[in-house]
């Protein structure tokens, strides 16, 4: 009897992910099925940073047959999820909030709200500062003769790979205030550190972008900036010792 009385809580836990995970799927494909119309058109305003500095009677080209038609519709639904995040995000915050304690909540949603905010300020600086000059320095460093024609699916796979690359370095605050807060480290060493930091940020800033030093800065700068953030957020996320939260938590045991 306490054999089944103990399973419930498993299978009601269960049955609730099942249900939060089905309620994702429904918004990504509602979102999809209303943008599957517009594909060429998302697929074309995605481009438009190449194609605008291509040379004059330059064109994008399809190496395969149903490129043309399968490109826009993956792009279609990799926006999709793009702009279903904040609810996704939802989900499993209302998914794993019932295990929290109060003051774990209070610290957990903005960084929640936050990283989401500078996921999509990355993108966004990707396609409206960065790729412009990436796509200008490769137009314009072509060897004379040879004709500028990109793959479509080719470009669709480099363009994600820099949204993606851009907006997981948009979160090196959240990343900063994690690791002050878990104890791995502190305020105060990563200040020490400053210096290698700044170097690493142009390092990696090499690796991401191309051979031109313009480029780099343009990822190196934000990185560095957005360390310093985190720096200062991080100071208002200090690990408590092990007396004070085990206070907090049977205060907050209590109210419940």
């Not at 099942?18 to 058109?41: E, M, P, Q």
């Not at 104890?183 to 990696?204: D, Q």
Request: charged share 15%; net charge negative; proline share 6%.
């Amino acid at each position: 009897m306490n054999h089944v009385d103990e399973s419930q809580p498993l299978i009601s836990h269960l049955v609730e992910l099942r249900n939060r995970l089905l309620r994702c799927v429904i918004c990504v494909a509602v979102i999809f099925v209303s943008l599957v119309y517009f594909s060429n058109d998302i697929y074309h305003f995605v481009a438009s940073p190449l194609t605008e500095v291509m040379p004059k009677g330059a064109t994008m080209i399809a190496t395969n047959i149903q490129t043309p038609f399968f490109t826009p519709i993956k792009l279609t639904a990799i926006v999709s999820i793009f702009i279903s995040v904040p609810y996704l995000l939802y989900q499993i915050w209302a998914f794993i909030a019932p295990a929290l304690y109060q003051h774990e909540k209070r610290m957990i949603y903005p960084l929640l709200f936050s990283s989401t905010i500078l996921f999509y300020c990355g993108v966004a600086f990707a396609y409206y500062v960065v790729f412009p000059f990436v796509f200008g320095f490769f137009t314009q460093t072509a060897p004379e003769g040879v004709a500028i024609a990109t793959d479509i699916s080719s470009y669709l796979d480099f363009a994600l790979a820099l949204f993606l690359a851009f907006g997981v370095c948009f979160e090196v605050p959240i990343a900063i205030i994690l690791l002050c807060w878990t104890g791995v480290t502190t305020v105060k060493s990563l200040s020490e550190k400053r210096p290698y930091i700044i170097v690493a940020a142009f390092f990696i800033g090499m690796i991401l972008t191309p051979p031109d030093v313009f480029s780099q800065t343009l990822l190196a700068v934000p990185m560095w900036l957005l360390f310093e953030v985190g720096l200062l957020v991080a100071r208002f996320y200090q690990p408590k010792d092990e007396a004070e939260e085990s206070a907090v938590k049977n205060s907050e045991e209590k109210t419940e």
